[in-house]
């Protein structure tokens, strides 16, 4: 009997996926298991196997489509009392027997990305197309001789007759304003288009998310890290030889988790439509990576309760795993802060933008050498270099006073000075 096969629902609010390989062909004979497709969301790449044995069918969207959860992806040639059998024992919901006579209004109706975008734009409900694919998936055929017979004028039944129905429709996300138009850049010289999706798109659609919703707020200061410097270099051998990279980033970790437990509003979230404040518990902490394949946060958990060496080995990992693509979804979900270190690149001063539904991020830049004017007990001045690191707290002002930032920031700055202050105040 013939299967259509459906983007599975990944979960944590996924709606569409980038199919990155199809290794299969139409034809080809697989086996429970069996890699079929290799496809990306929401900062991750997935491998899909069958859920059963059987032959592929028609193979409905090609590298480089975007699908929706629940499109049909293909179709297969399965064994009935094979695919009865499977049903029967608890196997993840990855694929959908579809009945070759579907009825208009019940359910998805099984189609590809093209074709779904197709109808879309003909204005065509996928429900009232007649289908003449394989397993009752409609094709772009269907849906334009559906378009065609809607142009055509038809006798209207008598008022007693008509009815009027409201198909179901899944739920989708509020759709995004309409963008402006462009000019058409190449009057002005040569242009290359690339496709804006995968995790390029996701971080966008994050950023956006961000900085529509929240009222942002900077509080900017420098720190003179010389005697961390210091520290960190006496060190970084020892922690190397474990497995790890001692950064100013994980001194500012340890920093930010004693700072999250005085200052609980800081490690919260905003529930708009509950009218409530979320105060989380517990201290995981997201640390901003670039990699190639764009901007990823992998989240470091329960900082409050490791130590430096302990971080310094499990960011090191994070990171690395992060920029080579050998991460899972898991690594990038659950933070309750941020933090994002611009010094590595040799960026210096900026701002940065919170980390929705988080309420702040701190930004690190990059510590120059500067010079500093030092006074002693005595009340004389000394002019002396000093390594400044400049430092940036941005959080959400509907959760956050600037009182409390201002707070805040200083516990972290006073904990980043003294390498003593911080071994001290961790809690």
């Known amino acids: 009997m013939t299967t259509s096969f459906r983007l599975p629902d990944l979960g944590e609010g996924v709606h569409e996926a980038e199919i990155l390989a199809i290794p299969v062909v139409s034809g080809q004979a697989i086996e429970e298991g069996q890699l079929i497709l290799e496809i990306e969301t929401d900062k991750a790449a997935v491998e899909i196997p069958s859920p059963f044995t059987g032959v592929v069918g028609d193979i409905l969207v090609k590298v480089g489509d975007m699908a929706i959860v629940g499109d049909v992806l293909m179709t297969f040639e399965t064994d009935a009392g094979q695919l009865k059998a499977q049903q029967q024992v608890d196997t993840p919901p990855l694929a959908e027997n579809v009945l070759p006579v579907k009825k208009y209004g019940q359910g998805p109706t099984p189609a590809s990305p093209s074709t779904r975008r197709l109808a879309r734009e003909l204005g ?25 017979q809607k142009e055509q004028p038809s006798p209207s039944p008598p008022a007693a007759a008509v009815a009027v129905v409201a198909p179901l429709v899944p739920a989708r996300l509020p759709a995004a304003p309409s963008p402006m138009s462009l000019p058409d850049f190449a009057k002005w010289g040569p242009v290359e288009r690339q496709p804006f999706r995968s995790i390029r798109r996701a971080t966008a659609t994050q950023m956006t998310a961000s900085w529509t919703q929240i009222p942002h707020v900077h509080c900017q200061d420098s720190i003179d890290i010389t005697r961390l410097e210091a520290f960190r270099q006496k060190h970084k051998a020892e922690i190397a030889a474990a497995g790890g990279r001692l950064t100013m980033t994980v001194f500012a970790m340890k920093a930010v988790a004693t700072a999250l437990k005085t200052y609980p509003s800081f490690n919260a979230s905003l529930d708009l439509a509950a009218q409530e404040i979320i105060v989380k518990n517990y201290f995981h902490i997201g640390i901003a990576a670039d990699s190639e394949n764009g901007l990823l ?30 991460f899972n979804r898991d690594e990038l979900q659950g933070g309750t802060f941020t933090i994002t270190n ?45 390594l400044i690191m400049p430092i940036v707290l941005c ?33």
């Open 124 to 148: 065509v409900d996928l429900r009232a197309v007649t289908a003449t694919g394989s397993g009752g998936v409609v094709t772009r055929e269907d849906v334009e001789a559906h378009a065609r």
């Open 297 to 326: 946060v992998p989240v470091i958990r329960d900082v409050d309760r490791k130590s430096i060496k302990e971080l310094a080995i499990e960011l090191h990992g994070a990171i690395t795993r992060v920029r080579s693509g050998k």
């Open 342 to 386: 611009a010094g590595a690149l040799g960026g210096h001063q900026f701002s940065a933008i919170v980390n929705y539904p988080e309420v702040a991020i701190l930004g690190l830049g990059q510590g120059r050498m500067q010079p500093v004017v030092i006074t002693d007990e005595d009340g004389k001045h000394e002019i002396v270099p000093r």
């Open 395 to 427: 959080f959400d002002h509907r959760v956050v006073d600037g009182a409390d930032a201002i707070r805040f920031l200083r516990l972290v700055m006073n904990a980043l000075e003294d390498p003593d202050e911080l071994l001290i105040t961790m809690i």
